[in-house]
């Protein structure tokens, strides 16, 4: 069994996930979404599924389109990573299925994004509807900071400045939760603390294991369950009577998070990809 792996470059995650791999006996495949080119004419990968490890992510939706219509598996789906890689997607799949997030207004200009936050309440968080999680964030106090912000956001006018996603921020207990959603299961979940708002793991964040209650693990699955299914990380705060899902990603850290854990993640990731394959090569033989 071949194994492809479409990435940007071999990080330490990447590392990770090519020697769970050969340990099970499978060959890997890098595809370097800087030097591949398809052609849709005549597919050309000679691989049994597609992991999706891309730093971009729109590669990454693309790529995971041409392997699907090729008949190649993919983890992520294509669909999932549409809707995890946009957070008004992800969040109208979460809502759909009754999991439970902070409140979010959705604004197309700086005037109508000010009053949907007056009507919100502060604090907010307002976000881009696309860009990796931690990126082009702000948490807005009052009015005044808000208008600061939105004239910025007004000036710069690029496409990630243009939609407002305006999350009501909840005040986390010190941490975050992020947990790690393999399948059906939450095979681990960390805490993560930092002496900024942002919690963030690569930014120096403190992190330590966190017990994996039914009550997390059923909420985790849920979430990634409502965009999809699949391999993701779900941020969650709780706070005095409930979890709240505040973000989904694609599950990085993967070695920091072994280390406070024990538990290799990217092992549980190339057994579900394999587990993947051979469902799909049970219903082409059934059929």
Not at 255 to 284: P, W
Request: aromatic share 6%; charged share 20%; hydrophobic share 45%.
């Amino acid at each position: 069994m071949n194994i492809g792996i479409i990435l940007s470059r071999i990080r330490t995650d990447e590392k990770r996930l090519i020697a769970a791999a050969k340990t099970r006996g499978l060959g890997v495949v890098p595809i370097y979404n800087t030097s591949v080119h398809f052609d849709l004419e005549h597919p050309n990968l000679e691989i049994d599924i597609l992991l999706d490890r891309c730093a971009d992510h729109h590669r990454a939706v693309y790529a995971l389109k041409i392997a699907e219509d090729w008949g190649i598996p993919t983890l992520n789906t294509y669909g999932v990573a549409e809707a995890y890689g946009n957070r008004l997607l992800a969040e109208m799949a979460l809502r759909e299925h009754r999991v439970q997030t902070p409140a979010v207004r959705v604004a197309f200009t700086p005037e109508s994004a000010l009053e949907a936050m007056e009507e919100i309440g502060y604090p907010v968080v307002l976000k881009p509807v696309e860009g990796p999680s931690g990126q082009l964030i702000s948490r807005i106090q009052d009015k005044f900071f808000a208008q600061t912000v939105l004239e910025h956001k007004k000036v710069l006018g690029t496409y990630h400045h243009s939609i407002f996603f305006i999350q009501k921020c909840i005040e986390a207990p010190g941490h975050d939760v992020r947990a790690y959603v393999v399948g059906d299961r939450t095979v681990a979940a960390i805490s993560v603390l930092t002496n900024h708002w942002v919690t963030s793991i690569k930014d120096g964040g403190f992190i330590d294991a966190y017990p994996v209650s039914d009550e997390l693990n059923e909420i985790a699955v849920q979430a990634v369950g409502a965009v999809g299914g699949g391999v993701l990380a779900v941020d969650l705060v709780r706070t005095r009577d409930r979890w709240q899902v505040i973000d989904l990603s694609p599950p990085t850290g993967l070695n920091e998070v072994e280390k406070v854990t024990g538990v290799n993640i990217a092992e549980h990731i190339i057994d579900y990809a394999i587990s993947l394959v051979k469902a799909m090569k049970g219903e082409v033989a059934s059929s």
